[in-house]
Structure formats: structure tokens, C-alpha cells
């Protein structure tokens, strides 16, 4: 029987766990590792920085829900790579780093690149080891697949010693994809929520990227079509239901977040990205929606907390409910305020798009921009000024299209996310606007998208 190196079993884990591309910089001691994933026909781009294949990494687990893979080379190589990690963790997106190690006979003789890096990453993770036998390679990758993916995602690392990577065994058991669970929230709850709704006479439905992510946009266009409450989407909420529709108060955000009476928290955490609740009226009732039991109550007391898969959770309350908030909603008070509101913003955008002063503002060159993108167009927007513009100026019809520093805020995601991006998209347009210090972090990677033959426009 021919045997088989680790690398070889770790590619043939990987693709038992559905992975397409691993995005990495290959060298010692995981230069073994890129050619066996790539035998196995899982396509492998190549790097020029482990920051910037970190980010990649994370990007692609929010656009398809599977754990994004990261490969990188031992010491710096994962401490680099430690930002995708911890960026994947704060956003609750799933990824999988694989890092190699030196070898395990030499640990404490000050092997080259000798770090302890199991235990740097698991204050950052949700599952950080060690296979202690290439035998076990398999169950470890399905640990790892497994917990970055289910409940709230995150993070999960894996420790390659080189003895490990290139050693040899006869044969392995391969272990189970993984095949995280989903729940439904408590009947109980749901039922509570829909009197909180039922009597509610400004309600406001708030998106946040975990709808996303949960790809819950059918599931929460329904509601709005038939609670036919306003709804404000978050930065990476936009498009989960389409910016043009008519009760999309994003022109009134700070309006409508004041003047609610009961908020609907849809995968959106009270974070600085909501002003920690500051903003929410004092006598406002929540309803929060998230898979995570701890999300709950964070910063602001809760009227009602519905724990559970959110397309699930939702479509529980869209059942339950009777039809509008109200018997005709264009006559509600709160409504007419808001598009009056709104209506009175717009027109200051539009003075702002039609300047002509020099130097040319944001809004000048960002009307000009939005005049030519496709209909489809995946933008990713990093920067300070430029990604706070931005998100005022374009508008997404699409869920998922729209990219940006989320919620860990950190520069320099810009190139990894729209290789990975284009990656996902082979057949939309990926455009990054990015400010001129956010680009200096990652414009190398330039190189890698045209070594990739990935047609972006930066």
C-alpha cells in the first residue's frame, strides 16, 4: 500500500471539508502543503504578505459561510497571519489558519522560527491545537472546520511541526465534514415579540451584517413586506433588502433610530457601529435576533431576546404575525416624518454631487464613480473618509456586495478582500475604492491579483 505524507493527508481533509481555495505564502516548512492541496485540485493563491491572505481568508468565510483557509509558514509567518485571525473573530466570520511549526524534537533549542503559537492563538480563537500524529490530522482539520463554522463563527487555528507535514503512514481514517446544527428561538419568545410589534406605533427594523452572513434576505424581505415597518441597514447590511425599497429610512438614520418605539436588532450587535444604544430612544423597546445566547443585552436592555439560525427566527415571527403595524402605514406619523427627513437629506447629497470646487470632494468623485458601476457591482470600501463617504453615497440591491472594515475597524483588508471577492464573484464586477494609507498597506498585492488573473479594479 503507498503511503502518504501529512501534507498529503491534511489536503485530503481539506477537501473532505469542501475547501476550493486556500489563500497563503508558501516556504518553510509548509512548501510540502501547497503542492498537496494543489494535487487534490484545491486551488492555492499565493501571497505577498500573511496580513493580506489573512484577510482574504476572512473574507471568504462571510461570502460563503465556510471557513476561509489561511496558510502560512512558521513564527512571523503566523503572528503576521494573527490579524486575519483575530479580524475574523470580532466579525464572527469563520476561518481556518494552518501554520507550520519547527520540528517537535526541537522545540526549546531555538529551532528555526521556533514560536509557541498554539498558545499565542488561543486567546484569539475558538479551537487552537496540535495534531500529536499525522494519523490524527483529519480529526483535528474537522474540529477546527467545526467550531469556526457553528453557533457564533470565528476563528480556529492549526499547528503543523515540519516532522508532522513530511512524515509518512500507510493509511489514515478520514473524518466527517462538518455539519454545523441550527436551532429555531423558544415559541414563548417569538409569541412576546409579536405583542411588542403589535402594539408598537414607530417600530424600526435594524439589518446588520449578521443577516448577511445568515443569508436571511428572503426571510426579512418578507417581514418588511408584510409588517411594512422602516428599516435602517448597517454598513454590511446594505442590499439584504434592496436600498431602493421604499421603507429604507437610511437617509433618516439618526431620525428613525431616535424616534422608534420598539427596535428589531436582525444579527446586529449594539457595538459603536449603533452608538452603543446611546442614540435609541430611552422608552424604546428591543427585540434582538442573533445566534448567540452571551450578544444578548449588550449595552441596552432587552424587552426581548430570540436566540436561534436567524433565516429560522425570523420567518417564526413573519408567521406570527397578523399583516402591517398598522391598518395603513403611509399614514403613520413616524413614516411621513422619516421620508420628510429623509427627503431633506437627500437633497444636501445631491448639492454635495453636484459641486464643482477644487479640490474635488469625496462626493464628487464618489457620484461620478456610482454613475458607472454595474448593477451587481461588489465594492469594498476601506479607509477612514473614504469608507464613511462611501457609505452614505452607494447604494446595493444585492446582499453581500458591499465590503468593508467591519466591526474590528482595522486598515489594510482592502486588497485581501477583493481577491477573494473576485474569487467568489468570478462573473460580477469587484471594485475597491480605498484610501490612499488603507492602500499602503496592502499594494502589493496588486502583483498577486494579476499573477491570479483576477480582473479588479482598484
Given at each position: 500500500m503507498a503511503s502518504l505524507t501529512g501534507a498529503q493527508v491534511l489536503a485530503q481533509a481539506l477537501k473532505q471539508q469542501g475547501v476550493q481555495v486556500v489563500f497563503g505564502i508558501v516556504g518553510i516548512p509548509v512548501v510540502e502543503i501547497a503542492d498537496a492541496i494543489q494535487a487534490e485540485g484545491i486551488k492555492f493563491i499565493g501571497f505577498r504578505n500573511e496580513q493580506s491572505c489573512s484577510y482574504a481568508a476572512s473574507a471568504w468565510g462571510?461570502?460563503?459561510?465556510?471557513?476561509?483557509?489561511?496558510?502560512?509558514?512558521?513564527g512571523p509567518g503566523v503572528?503576521?497571519?494573527?490579524?486575519?485571525?483575530?479580524?475574523s473573530q470580532v466579525n464572527t466570520w469563520p476561518m481556518?489558519?494552518?501554520?507550520?511549526?519547527?520540528?517537535?524534537?526541537?522545540?526549546?533549542?531555538?529551532?528555526?522560527?521556533?514560536?509557541?503559537?498554539?498558545?499565542?492563538?488561543?486567546?484569539?480563537?475558538?479551537y487552537s491545537a496540535r495534531p500529536a500524529s499525522i494519523g490524527l490530522i483529519p480529526t483535528v482539520v474537522e474540529r477546527a472546520f467545526t467550531a469556526a463554522a457553528a453557533g457564533r463563527p470565528g476563528a480556529s487555528y492549526i499547528d503543523l511541526p515540519a516532522d508532522i507535514i513530511q512524515?509518512?503512514?500507510?493509511?489514515?481514517?478520514?473524518?466527517?465534514?462538518?455539519?454545523?446544527?441550527v436551532g429555531m428561538a423558544d415559541p414563548a419568545a417569538v409569541a412576546r415579540a409579536v405583542e411588542l410589534l403589535a402594539a408598537a406605533k414607530s417600530p424600526l427594523l435594524v439589518v446588520g451584517k449578521g443577516a448577511a452572513y445568515a443569508r436571511a434576505e428572503e426571510q426579512i424581505r418578507a417581514l418588511v413586506d408584510k409588517y411594512q415597518a422602516p428599516f435602517l441597514p448597517t454598513p454590511m447590511g446594505k442590499?439584504?433588502?434592496?436600498?431602493?425599497?421604499?421603507?429604507?429610512?437610511?437617509?433618516?438614520?439618526s431620525a428613525a433610530l431616535a424616534g422608534a418605539d420598539v427596535i428589531v436588532l436582525l444579527g446586529a450587535r449594539v457595538n459603536w457601529l449603533l452608538h452603543f444604544g446611546r442614540r435609541f430612544s430611552p422608552t424604546a423597546k428591543l427585540i434582538q435576533i442573533d445566534v448567540c445566547p452571551e450578544e444578548m443585552g449588550v449595552n441596552v436592555p432587552l424587552a426581548v431576546g430570540l436566540v436561534g439560525h436567524l433565516p429560522l427566527v425570523v420567518q417564526q415571527l413573519t408567521d406570527a404575525l397578523a399583516g402591517p403595524f398598522m391598518a395603513d402605514p403611509e399614514e403613520s406619523e413616524f413614516v411621513r416624518g422619516l421620508v420628510a427627513h429623509g427627503r431633506k437629506n437627500a437633497e444636501r447629497q445631491n448639492e454635495r454631487y453636484l459641486n464643482d470646487e477644487l479640490p474635488m470632494t469625496y462626493y464628487r468623485a464618489f457620484a461620478e464613480i456610482k454613475q458607472r458601476l454595474p448593477a451587481d457591482v461588489v465594492l469594498v470600501s476601506e479607509g477612514a473618509n473614504t469608507m464613511d463617504i462611501?457609505?452614505?453615497v452607494f447604494d446595493f440591491q444585492l446582499p453581500r456586495r458591499r465590503l468593508d472594515c467591519a466591526t474590528f475597524a482595522n486598515m489594510g483588508v482592502g486588497m485581501g478582500y477583493a481577491i477573494a471577492a473576485q474569487e467568489y464573484y468570478v462573473g460580477s464586477r469587484v471594485v475597491?475604492?480605498?484610501?490612499?494609507?488603507a492602500f499602503g498597506f496592502s499594494a502589493m498585492e496588486l502583483e498577486t491579483a494579476v499573477r491570479a488573473r483576477l480582473p479588479l479594479i482598484i
Open positions: 462571510y461570502l460563503t459561510q465556510q471557513p476561509g483557509v489561511c496558510l502560512a509558514v512558521s503572528v503576521h497571519a494573527l490579524a486575519g485571525i483575530v479580524h481556518v489558519l494552518i501554520g507550520g511549526a519547527c520540528e517537535t524534537l526541537l522545540e526549546g533549542a531555538g529551532a528555526f522560527q521556533e514560536f509557541r503559537q498554539v498558545e499565542m492563538c488561543r486567546p484569539y480563537t475558538k512524515g509518512q503512514v500507510s493509511q489514515v481514517e478520514s473524518a466527517p465534514s462538518f455539519a454545523p446544527a442590499g439584504v433588502v434592496p436600498d431602493d425599497h421604499s421603507r429604507n429610512v437610511s437617509s433618516a438614520r462611501a457609505r452614505t475597491a475604492i480605498v484610501g490612499d494609507s
